[in-house]
C-alpha cells in the first residue's frame, strides 16, 4: 500500500548494459503519478530489460529512478505499490480464481479470509467482468479470462505503479481490442501510472497518453493523438490517428533499415 | 572312346566305392582312438577355474580327451550358476555339482545322475579365529559371535540343527570372501579348506578351521553329472570322457603345475602361491584308500543312502521324494 | 446399446486376455514342455503361496517396511538435495557428478560391502533400497525446482514475498507434478533395491528367493517374485491415487 498519495517519477541518465552490449543509454524522462505510457520498439530492442529496470527487477548499469524527493533504484523496497502483468499470463495453475487473485494481499500478510480480502478480491473480479468464475481453475479458462485474471491480481493491490510487458499479444485480435478497450477504462476509473511495452504502434497509440519509441538504446516520445476519454476503436481509422502511425512507422524503419546493415 | 569310358566308369566306382568305405570308418572303428570328426561336448562348471577342477583342464591341455576323440569346452561358472538345469535342460552334457545338489534336483524333477567324484570328503569347512581357541564346532555353536553360512544350504541346516542345543552364535548370511573374516575378530564363516583359509593366512589372520565333514555330513563333490538319458543314448561316449576324465585327475594330482598355470591364466585373481597350496592342500580330499584300489572318482551306495537321509531329516526333501541309492548315481569304470 | 457393449468389451478385454495367458501357462507346464523346474505351474505357484504363506506373507512384511522406510529417505533427501542443487548452482556443480553414481552404481556388487558396513540386519536392505531409489527423485527435483518461470519469480518479487512464502506458495506447489514423476520411478526402484539388498541380510522376500534358489524350489521363487511385482503393481496404484489427490484438481498428467 503505498504511503505517498502523489508523486512524481524522474529517470535520469539510465542506461544498462549487458555482457559488454549496450541495452539502451541514458534514458531520460519524467512522468506525473498518472499517466498511461507505451514503450514501443520491436522485439530485442530492450523494452522488456528497461521495463524491469523501471519496476525494480533488475540493476540498471548507470543512471537513477527517482520518486519526488526520495532517491534509491530499488523501487521493490520503497514504499511504493506495484504490479507487474506478465505476457504470458502466468497464474498460479493449482489456485482457483478467487485465489490466484488474492495472491498479492496473501503475500502482503493480510488474513487470507478476511472479509475485507473477500471485498477486494471481488471488486477487482467484478471490474475485470469475472465475478460468476471464482470457482474455476485457469486450465478450464480461455485465453482472455486468464489474462483478466492476471489483471484482476495485479489490480487487487491497489498499485500505483503498473507494469505490463506485452499482456496481449499473445491473444486473438478481437480479444486483445476488447481488452485494450477495458483497460483503458479500467486506467481512467482509478489513479495509476502504466507503463505497457507493446510491438504494436496501434495498440500503443490507442492505449497510451505518452508513446515512448524505443530504437537503438534511446527513446523518443511520440504524444497522443487521441482525447484522454471515450476512446473507441473507431477512432484507430480516423486520419489524425493513421498519420501519427505513419510517423512513427516511417520513424522505426528508417532506424531499422539502418541497424540492419 | 569305349575304352575310356569304361576306364573311367572303372575308376569312378572305385573311387565311390573307397569315399563310402572311408566314410563308413569311424563308425567301424568307434573304439580306436583316430576318427575324422570328435565329438564335441561341454562341461560346466560351478565355480571359476581353480585347483578343484584342475583334473579336467589337465584332460584337455595333456590331449587326454582329444584321444578319445572328445572336443571338451569347459564352461567357467560363478555365483548361482545354474549347473543342474543346464544339464537337466540338456543345454551341456556334463556339469560339476556338489553331491547333494544330485539329490534334490531330482526330487525337484531334473534327472541328472552322477557319474564321478573328484572330492571324496566333502572339503567344506568353518573357518574361525584361531585366537580364540575352539576345539570343536560345537564350541563353535555354543560361543557369542557371528557365523555366516549360506542361507538354506543342506549342510548348513545340517550344522543349525545338529547344534542346536546351547546355540549362541549369531548364524548370519555368508556373503563371499573373507572381509568380514579379516576386520571382526569374533567373526567365523564357512569356506572351502582349499581356499579362505589360506587367503586369510597371508593376510595375517591365522584360522582354524574345522571340517564340516567331521559333524557327520560327508556328500561327494565337484561331482560330474550327465543327463540319465543322455547316459542311456550315448554310453561309449560317457565312458571315454569318464576314462579321460580319470586320467587327467590322476595325471594332475601327480604335477598339477602345467595345468594350474593354464587355470591362472583364466582366474588370475588368486596369487600363484595360493593356487599351488590349494592344489597340495586338496589332495588328501580327493586320494582316498578307496580311491587307490577303485580308481580316482569312485562312489559307494552307502555314502548316497546316508546322504539322502541326512537331507530328509534337515527338511530340504520330503521322505516320499527320496529315492534309492542307485538312481542317483552309476560307477561305470572299470577298478585298477 | 453398441457404444456401451463397446465400452465394456474395452474393459474386459485385458482381463480375458490375462485368463489366456494363464491358461496357456498351466497347459503348457502340465504337458511337459517347460520342465516344472524351469517354469513351475500357476496352479503350482498358487499351492507353494497356500502352503508357505506364512513365510511368504511375513517375508512381504518385511519389504514392505524396508523398501517404504528407503523410499521416504530417497523423497525426502532427493527433493531437499534436489531444491540446493536447482537453486545453488556451484553445490550443483560439485556434487551432482556424484550423484549420478547412484543412478550407475550396480547394486548387487555393493551389497555385500553395505552389509559389512551396516551389519546383517535391515539397515543394510535399507540402504540398499535409498540407493537405487534415489536418483530420479534426486533428477525430478532439480528440473523441477529449476523450472519455475522466472516471471513467476519477479511476480513474488514484485509482491515483495517472503522467502519462505515463495517457496511454500509457489516453488514447492509448481514443482509438486514433476516430483510425483520421480515417485512414479523411485517407488518401483526401492522395492528392487529392497529385494537385491535381501539376497545377502534381513528376512524380506529376496532372502525367501535367495534360499529357495539354493533348495531349486522354483515354485517358491516364482511365488515370492509374483508377490513382489504385486506389491509393485500396488505402489504405482498408491501413487496415482497421491497424484490425483493432491494435483488432480489442476494437473492432468496426459498435458
Known amino acids: ?261 | 572312346m569305349l575304352f575310356s569310358k569304361r576306364l573311367i566308369f572303372s575308376i569312378s566306382c572305385v573311387f565311390f566305392f573307397s569315399f563310402s568305405v572311408l566314410a563308413q570308418a569311424p563308425n567301424a572303428q568307434s573304439k580306436q582312438t583316430k576318427t575324422l570328426t570328435p565329438n564335441k561336448i561341454q562341461l560346466a562348471l560351478n565355480w571359476k577355474a581353480e585347483a578343484e577342477f584342475g583334473g579336467f583342464y589337465e584332460g584337455n591341455i595333456k590331449n587326454f580327451y582329444k584321444e578319445k576323440s572328445l572336443d571338451v569346452s569347459i564352461i567357467e561358472g560363478g555365483s548361482g550358476a545354474p549347473v543342474p538345469q543346464l544339464v537337466a535342460s540338456k543345454k551341456v552334457e556334463f556339469g560339476i555339482v556338489t553331491g547333494d545338489e544330485i539329490i534334490v534336483a531330482q526330487a525337484r524333477g531334473m534327472d541328472i545322475v552322477a557319474l564321478f567324484a573328484v572330492y571324496q570328503i566333502f572339503p567344506q569347512g568353518i573357518m574361525t579365529h584361531e585366537a580364540r581357541g575352539f576345539k570343536s564346532l560345537e564350541d563353535v555353536f555354543n560361543a557369542p559371535g557371528l557365523l555366516a553360512l549360506q542361507k538354506g544350504a543342506p549342510f548348513a541346516l545340517y550344522l543349525e540343527k545338529k547344534y542346536a542345543k546351547n546355540k549362541k552364535v549369531k548364524v548370519v548370511p555368508f556373503t563371499g570372501g573373507v572381509a568380514p573374516f579379516i576386520k571382526n575378530s569374533d567373526f567365523s564363516q564357512q569356506c572351502f579348506v582349499t581356499s579362505e583359509p589360506l587367503s586369510a593366512r597371508k593376510m595375517g589372520k591365522a584360522a582354524k578351521t574345522f571340517a564340516v565333514a567331521d559333524s557327520g555330513y560327508n556328500p561327494y563333490t565337484a561331482v560330474v553329472i550327465a543327463h540319465r538319458d543322455f547316459i542311456k543314448k550315448n554310453p561309449d561316449l560317457v565312458d571315454r570322457f569318464l576314462k579321460a576324465t580319470q586320467l587327467g585327475w590322476d595325471s594332475y594330482l601327480k604335477d598339477p603345475k602345467a595345468a594350474n598355470d593354464f587355470m591362472r591364466k583364466l582366474n588370475p585373481s588368486i596369487e600363484e602361491d595360493i593356487f599351488q597350496l590349494s592344489s597340495e592342500v586338496q589332495v588328501p580330499f580327493i586320494v582316498s584308500d578307496e580311491t587307490k584300489t577303485n580308481g580316482t572318482g569312485f562312489m559307494t551306495s552307502a555314502r548316497w543312502e546316508e546322504l539322502g537321509k541326512q537331507l530328509v531329516d534337515v527338511g530340504v526333501i520330503k521322505a516320499k521324494e527320496l529315492k534309492s541309492a542307485s538312481s542317483y548315481f552309476e560307477w561305470r569304470l572299470p577298478s585298477k | 446399446m453398441q457404444a456401451q457393449f463397446k465400452m465394456t468389451l474395452n474393459r474386459f478385454v485385458p482381463f480375458l486376455f490375462f485368463c489366456v495367458v494363464l491358461i496357456f501357462w498351466e497347459a503348457v507346464t502340465r504337458a511337459q514342455w517347460i520342465e516344472a523346474y524351469l517354469l513351475p505351474s500357476p496352479s503350482a505357484i498358487l499351492k507353494v503361496t497356500h502352503d508357505e504363506s506364512t513365510l511368504l506373507f511375513r517375508a512381504l512384511g518385511q519389504t514392505f517396511q524396508n523398501s517404504m522406510l528407503g523410499l521416504v529417505c530417497s523423497v525426502i533427501l532427493g527433493t531437499v538435495f534436489g531444491f540446493l542443487f536447482a537453486r545453488v548452482t556451484i553445490l550443483r556443480r560439485i556434487f551432482y557428478p556424484y550423484a549420478i553414481l547412484f543412478q550407475t552404481v550396480p547394486v548387487i556388487a555393493v551389497a555385500p560391502l553395505l552389509v559389512i558396513w551396516f551389519g546383517y540386519g535391515n539397515t543394510s536392505v535399507i540402504v540398499s533400497s535409498f540407493i537405487v531409489s534415489l536418483f530420479p527423485m534426486l533428477a525430478a527435483s532439480i528440473e523441477a525446482f529449476r523450472a519455475v518461470p522466472t516471471e513467476l519469480q519477479d511476480l513474488f518479487r514484485i509482491f515483495r514475498s517472503s522467502r519462505y512464502d515463495q517457496f511454500k506458495k509457489l516453488d514447492f506447489p509448481y514443482a509438486l507434478p514433476t516430483l510425483f514423476t520421480g515417485l512414479r520411478i523411485s517407488a518401483g526402484l526401492a522395492i528392487i533395491g529392497a529385494i537385491v539388498g535381501e539376497f545377502l541380510s534381513g528376512q524380506g522376500l529376496g532372502s525367501v528367493i535367495d534360499v529357495a534358489k539354493t533348495q531349486y524350489r522354483s515354485d517358491l521363487v516364482f511365488a515370492a517374485i509374483a508377490l513382489a511385482t504385486l506389491f509393485g503393481v500396488f505402489m504405482f496404484f498408491i501413487v496415482e491415487i497421491l497424484i490425483q489427490f493432491f494435483i488432480g484438481h489442476w494437473h492432468s498428467s496426459r498435458k
Request: proline letters at 3%; aromatic letters at 10%.
Open chain 1, 1 to 261: 500500500m503505498g504511503n505517498l498519495d502523489s508523486f512524481a517519477f524522474k529517470v535520469d541518465s539510465l542506461s544498462l548494459s549487458f555482457q559488454s552490449k549496450v541495452v539502451f543509454k541514458n534514458i531520460n524522462f519524467e512522468t506525473s503519478d498518472r499517466q498511461f505510457i507505451a514503450l514501443l520498439g520491436p522485439s530485442g530492442c530492450g523494452k522488456t530489460s528497461l521495463l524491469r529496470c523501471l519496476a525494480g527487477l533488475q540493476a540498471a548499469s548507470l543512471g537513477t529512478i527517482e520518486f519526488q524527493a526520495q532517491v534509491g533504484s530499488d523501487l521493490v523496497n520503497s514504499k511504493i505499490s506495484k504490479s507487474f502483468v506478465f505476457q504470458k499470463d502466468t497464474l498460479l495453475e493449482w489456485r482457483n480464481v478467487y485465489q490466484n487473485v488474492a495472491l498479492g494481499l496473501e503475500l502482503q500478510s493480510l488474513d487470507f479470509k478476511s472479509k475485507e480480502i473477500q471485498q477486494k478480491v471481488l471488486a477487482a473480479l467484478r471490474s475485470v467482468g469475472l465475478e460468476n468464475v471464482q470457482d474455476l481453475y485457469p486450465h478450464q479458462l480461455s485465453g482472455g479470462m486468464r489474462m483478466r485474471v492476471a489483471l484482476a491480481r495485479a489490480l487487487v493491490v491497489d498499485p500505483q505503479i503498473l507494469f505490463m510487458d506485452e499482456p496481449f499479444s499473445a491473444l486473438d485480435e478481437p480479444t486483445r481490442e476488447r481488452l485494450s478497450v477495458e483497460l483503458r477504462e479500467l486506467f481512467l476509473s482509478r489513479p495509476m501510472l502504466i507503463f505497457f511495452v507493446t510491438h504494436s504502434i496501434s495498440e500503443a497509440l490507442f492505449l497510451a497518453d505518452r508513446v515512448f519509441v524505443m530504437q537503438n538504446g534511446a527513446i523518443e516520445e511520440f504524444p497522443s493523438v487521441l482525447p484522454s476519454k471515450n476512446r473507441s476503436l473507431e477512432h484507430r481509422f480516423e486520419p489524425v490517428f493513421v498519420n501519427a502511425s505513419k510517423a512513427i512507422f516511417r520513424k522505426t524503419m528508417k532506424a531499422s533499415d539502418a541497424s540492419s546493415v
